[in-house]
């Protein structure tokens, strides 16, 4: 069983950043498949970024450069650091973890 916790959420102007954190408890953490996703208002919910093999990260074009993935082993933590942010990254984002786990997701408002 894993358990994920997201934090760093909050209200932000247009241009601003914000960094999110995914704590992950319950296993042994593991960087690979390790995924960001986000649900706007009125809409699916959807892939923003992946750890993939060898280090490689997958982006959704929309943050690509924008956004970036890191993770912390030694603390079980996933990190997204997101700059230039626009109104419509505004969403609640998710971690989740290989095996179909899911935290109860953070929520980022960006306006003015």
């Known amino acids: 069983q894993v358990q994920l916790v997201e934090s760093g959420g909050g209200l932000v102007q247009p241009g601003g950043s914000l960094k999110l954190s995914c704590a992950a408890s319950?296993?042994?953490?593991?960087?690979?498949?390790m995924a960001w996703y986000r649900q706007g208002p009125g809409k699916e919910r959807e892939l923003v970024a992946r750890f993939i093999s060898f280090g490689n990260i997958y982006y959704q074009d929309s943050v690509k450069g924008r956004f970036t993935c890191s993770t912390d082993n030694a603390k079980n933590t996933l990190y997204l650091q997101m700059n230039s942010l626009k109104s419509e990254d505004t969403a609640v984002y998710y971690c989740r973890a290989p095996g179909g786990y899911w935290g109860k997701g953070t929520l980022v408002t960006v306006s003015s």
């Open positions: 319950g296993s042994i953490f593991t960087t690979n498949g």
